[in-house]
């Protein structure tokens, strides 16, 4: 399958959470966001009114975290930061789920934790993306393997009024044998099974590890429609260089996703 220079820009969440970026790179950011066209920047939570103001002619839509990275806020915390945000101009919003909750086997408190914040948001007329952080579910939980502890947390996701279930923070940091830490963030294997967990009413966001316009496509290819990234200028340019060049559009991208780097 081929796809466009809008098809793919519009794929793009542009990732500005990092705890270091400044208000001024902030600013940047949305700039270029504005400038490659692509769907939203997902952005910081007190910066959300200034996102709003920077993007403003433009059709970015402006993006927010709750309980960001880890889920760990109460239930209430999250409701009450998702209304602010969508009352600062946020039109979707990026939580994460109480993975301790789920590990434990929690699913009504899961399930409620997650309604509460996607009921508020569609209050505002806003949609939610519910972030899985799969680095943290390899070994599966709650009596159940990782694929069966994943499908499950999908469905409970679907019931609670998720718009988009999300593989990953980009900040789910795991321990490596040597000492270091780092993540996969989205697989080729993790995107297939939330897919294919859902029904069509819930859409799919890749998170962490995407980070050229090859791995862009792989993700459409796998069905997700959105996909977050820092590397939006590199994806893109790449693409406006092969289409000059007159290179074959692109089409269906080969190789491994999960390489860390969001």
Request: hydrophobic share 40%; charged share 25%.
């Amino acid at each position: 399958m081929n796809y466009t220079y809008s098809e793919l820009a519009k794929t793009i969440d542009h990732s500005l959470l990092h705890p270091t970026l400044t208000d001024a790179e902030l600013e940047a950011g949305c700039a270029l966001a504005a400038k490659y066209g692509v769907a939203s920047v997902c952005i910081k939570p007190y910066a959300v009114r200034d996102a709003v103001r920077w993007l403003a002619g433009s059709d970015v839509v402006v993006g927010c975290v709750i309980g960001f990275p880890h889920g760990n806020s109460s239930t209430e915390v999250k409701r009450l930061e998702t209304r602010q945000a969508c009352e600062d101009g946020a039109r979707e919003i990026d939580m994460v789920v109480n993975l301790g909750k789920a590990l434990s086997g929690e699913w009504d408190y899961v399930e409620a934790d997650i309604r509460a914040v996607c009921e508020e948001a569609h209050a505002h007329g806003a949609r939610v993306k519910v972030i899985f952080e799969n680095d943290y579910l390899t070994e599966g939980g709650a009596g159940l393997e990782a694929d069966a502890f994943k499908r499950r947390l999908a469905q409970v996701c679907e019931r609670a009024g998720a718009d988009w279930i999300k593989t990953s923070t980009g900040y789910g940091f795991v321990k490596q044998p040597g000492g270091g830490y780092n993540y996969q963030g989205a697989t080729e294997h993790d995107l297939r099974l939330m897919r294919d967990s859902v029904s069509s009413r819930v859409q799919v966001k890749a998170a962490g590890g995407v980070r050229d316009l090859d791995g862009l496509i792989r993700v459409r290819d796998l069905g997700a429609t959105r996909c977050g990234a820092t590397a939006t200028a590199a994806m893109l340019d790449e693409f406006r260089r092969r289409e000059a060049a007159g290179e074959a559009a692109p089409q269906s991208a080969a190789g491994e996703l999960g390489q860390g780097g969001y």
